[in-house]
C-alpha cells in the first residue's frame, strides 16, 4: 500500500503556504510549550506535508515511510522545546531559501516567507534558547506584526496556474541555513563579548553579512571583470573533487582513436577507473560482458539503452559521487551511441560503393563476355590444334570457359541482384574443375566424397576465390608458403577447408572479420564478409576455424543444412 501526494498551484499553494506560516507563529507566541501550542504544530505539520517540495507529484509514498514520518512527528510534537524548534526554523529557512525560482510572483512569495522565518528564528525561538532579555514593547510589536506577513503571501498575484514540479536546490537551502546560523551566532558573539544590545549586536553581523554577500555576488559577476572566478566556482561544481574536464577531453579522444564501439567502450571504462573513488568496472552489452580493474563489496549498477554497468568503489558513494559516476556513465553511453551510429553509416558507404562500383561496371563486363565469348568459341573449336602445347596455352584453355561462366553469371546477378535460388552442381564435378583451374606448385588439394552431393556453385567458388586472392599476398611475401585445400563429404555433411602454413592474422581485425567489413589496402575488405553472408543465406557457415603461425584455416561446412542426394534427386 502507498500513498500518493497531489501537487498544489497556483493560489491554492499560497493559501497553504501562508496558513502553514500563520499556524507556525501562534504555536510559538501562544504559551509556547502548552497543549494548545502542540496542537497548533501538530497542524502546522499537516499542512507542510501537503505543501512540502520534497516529493513530486507523481511519486508514492510507502508505508514504511508514511509510519516513520507520523512516529517522528509525534515525537517532535510530544518533546516539544526550543532546541527542536530553532532546528525546525532552520530546516524550514532552507526551504524557503533553496527553492527554484521560476518567476517574479514566486520570488517575492519566498523572499517574505524567508523573512518571516528568520524573523520567528532571532527575535523569538533564539532568544527564548538563551535567554536573551529583551524589550516587551519590540516583542509585542513583533507578535503583532509578523502575523501580517503570511497574509500579505495569501495576497500576492498570481501569474498563472503552474504544473511544474517543485523542487528545491539542495546547495542554496544547506548556504541559506548556514548564512542564517552565522548570522545568529555572530550576533551572540558579538553581544557576548562586546556587551551590546542582542537588537543592535543583530543588525552589526547582519550588515557584516551583507557586505560580505554583496563582495563575493560582485567577484561572481562577468560584469564585473572577475569572470575566471565564476569559471572555477562552475567547474568545481562539476568536478566535485575530480578531473571531469581532463576525463571529458580523453573521451573524446578515445572516441576518435578507437574505430569499433566495443573497443571504444573498452577504452572508456579502462579511462573510467582512474577516477579516485573507482576500483572496478563491470559490464555488458550486446551478450558480451567484460571486466577491469577489482571488484569491491561496494557495488553500484547503472542501466542504459545499450548497456549495463557496475561500478565498484572503495567505499559506499554518496549521492554527489552517486549522481557524478551516473553522469559520467551517460557521457559514455552518448558517445557509444555516436560509435555505434559511425558504423551504421560506414556499412552504409561500403554498400553505396559496391552499388555505385556495379552499375558502373555493368557495361564494361558485357562487352569484355561478348568478346571472351568469342575466344572460347575459337578455341573450344579450333581443329588445327597440336599436342605439343606449353602449360600456359593448356592452363588458358581450361580457365577461358571457366572465366566465361563466372562472368555470365556476375552479370546476371547485376542486372537481377533479387534472383532467387543459387545454382547447385555436383561436388565432383566442381571439384575435378576447381583441380583443373589451379595448377599451382604450392596449393595441395585433397578429398574425401563418400557419394556425391549438390552444392551451392556460386557460394564455393566465391569462398575459394577469395581465399586465394587473400593468399596471394602471402605468397608474394613468402614464397615457400604452402597450401592446403581439402574437401569431405560423409555423414549428410559437406566440409571445405583452406588452409595455410603462414602467419596469423592480426587480432585487431579478427575480432570484425566475417562480422563486417574490415580495413584493406588493396579493395573494400568486404570479401570474405560477403562469403559469410552469402553462406548464411544458403544454409551453410563460414568461419575461422584456426588462427595460429604456421596454422591458419578458414572453413565452409553445412552441419546445420539438410543436403539433397543425388541419387535420392533420380539425377545420378
Known amino acids: 500500500m502507498a500513498f500518493r501526494l ?38 502546522h505539520l499537516g499542512l507542510f506535508v501537503i505543501w512540502q517540495p520534497v516529493w513530486r507529484s507523481d511519486e508514492r509514498i510507502s508505508i514504511q515511510d508514511t509510519l516513520t514520518f507520523f512516529v517522528l512527528t509525534l515525537a517532535f510534537v510530544t518533546f516539544l522545546n526550543w532546541w527542536l ?61 509578523l502575523p ?27 548556504s541559506t541555513a548556514a548564512l542564517t546560523c552565522i548570522l545568529i551566532f555572530g550576533s551572540l558573539l558579538t553581544m557576548y563579548t562586546r556587551g551590546s544590545d542582542y537588537l543592535i549586536a543583530l543588525m552589526q553581523s547582519l550588515l557584516v ?11 561572481l559577476s562577468p560584469k564585473a571583470g572577475f569572470s575566471g572566478l565564476s569559471q572555477l566556482w562552475s567547474r568545481s561544481l562539476l568536478n566535485i573533487g575530480t578531473p571531469f574536464e ?32 573507482i576500483v572496478g568496472v563491470k559490464w555488458q552489452t550486446d551478450g558480451t560482458p567484460g571486466t577491469l580493474g577489482k571488484i569491491s563489496r561496494h ?7 545499450n548497456f549495463i554497468v557496475s561500478i565498484y568503489s572503495k567505499n559506499w558513494l554518496g549521492a554527489a559521487l552517486y549522481l557524478h559516476s551516473k553522469l559520467l556513465i551517460q557521457l559514455i553511453d552518448n558517445f557509444y551511441v555516436g560509435k555505434l551510429r559511425e558504423r551504421q553509416l560506414t556499412h552504409q558507404a561500403h554498400l553505396k560503393a559496391i552499388h555505385e562500383t556495379g552499375a558502373r561496371v555493368t557495361h564494361d563486363i558485357k562487352n569484355l563476355l561478348q568478346s571472351l565469348h568469342a575466344v572460347t568459341s575459337i578455341i573450344q573449336y579450333d581443329q588445327n590444334g597440336t599436342d605439343n602445347k606449353s602449360v600456359s596455352q593448356r592452363l588458358l584453355e581450361r580457365q577461358l570457359p571457366y572465366f566465361t561462366q563466372r562472368l555470365q553469371l556476375a552479370l546476371d546477378k547485376l542486372q537481377a541482384p533479387n534472383k532467387g535460388k543459387l545454382e547447385e552442381v555436383p561436388l565432383k564435378d566442381w571439384w575435378q574443375d576447381l583441380i583443373r583451374r589451379n595448377e599451382l606448385k604450392n596449393i595441395e588439394f585433397t578429398a574425401v566424397i563418400t557419394e556425391d552431393i549438390l552444392i551451392p556453385v556460386e557460394l564455393f567458388d566465391s569462398a575459394i576465390e577469395n581465399m586465394l586472392e587473400n593468399l596471394k599476398e602471402k605468397i608474394r ?42 580495413n584493406s589496402d588493396s579493395g573494400l ?46 539425377q545420378l
Request: proline share 3%; aromatic share 10%.
Open 6 to 43: 497531489q501537487r498544489l498551484s497556483g493560489r491554492w499553494e499560497l493559501m497553504t503556504l501562508a496558513l502553514m506560516l500563520e499556524v507556525l507563529h501562534f504555536s510559538i507566541w501562544l504559551d509556547f510549550g502548552s497543549l494548545l501550542s502542540r496542537a497548533l504544530m501538530l497542524i
Open 85 to 145: 524548534m530553532f532546528g525546525w526554523l532552520l530546516i524550514l529557512i532552507g526551504f524557503a531559501g533553496g527553492r527554484v525560482i521560476i518567476n517574479r510572483q514566486e520570488r517575492n512569495t519566498f523572499i517574505l516567507a524567508l523573512l518571516f522565518l528568520t524573523l520567528e528564528l532571532v527575535l523569538e525561538c533564539t532568544t527564548r534558547l538563551f535567554g536573551i532579555p529583551i524589550s516587551a514593547n519590540y516583542r509585542d510589536l513583533f507578535s503583532y506584526a
Open 148 to 174: 501580517l506577513l503570511p497574509l500579505l503571501i495569501a495576497a500576492l498575484p498570481v501569474s498563472s496556474d503552474d504544473d511544474s514540479l517543485q523542487s528545491v536546490d539542495i546547495l542554496h537551502a544547506f
Open 209 to 219: 553579512i551583507a557586505l560580505f554577500l554583496f563582495f563575493i555576488s560582485w567577484m
Open 246 to 277: 581532463k576525463w571529458l577531453s580523453n573521451l573524446s579522444s578515445l572516441s576518435l582513436q578507437q574505430h569499433t564501439p566495443i573497443e571504444f567502450l573498452e577504452a572508456a571504462f579502462e579511462d573510467l577507473i582512474t577516477m579516485p573513488w
Open 299 to 305: 557495488e553500484i549498477e547503472f542501466k542504459t539503452p
Open 477 to 518: 611475401l613468402d614464397t615457400d608458403l604452402r597450401i592446403k585445400i581439402a574437401v569431405s563429404r560423409d555423414h549428410g555433411s559437406v566440409n571445405l577447408l583452406v588452409t595455410d602454413n603462414g602467419k596469423r592474422i592480426k587480432t585487431a581485425i579478427v575480432k570484425n572479420l566475417l562480422k563486417e567489413p574490415v
Open 525 to 570: 575488405g568486404i570479401g570474405l564478409y560477403q562469403v559469410a553472408r552469402l553462406a548464411q543465406l544458403a544454409g551453410y557457415t563460414f568461419r575461422l576455424k584456426d588462427n595460429e603461425d604456421g596454422n591458419v584455416s578458414f572453413e565452409l561446412s553445412n552441419l546445420k543444412k539438410q543436403i539433397v542426394n543425388l541419387t535420392e534427386a533420380g
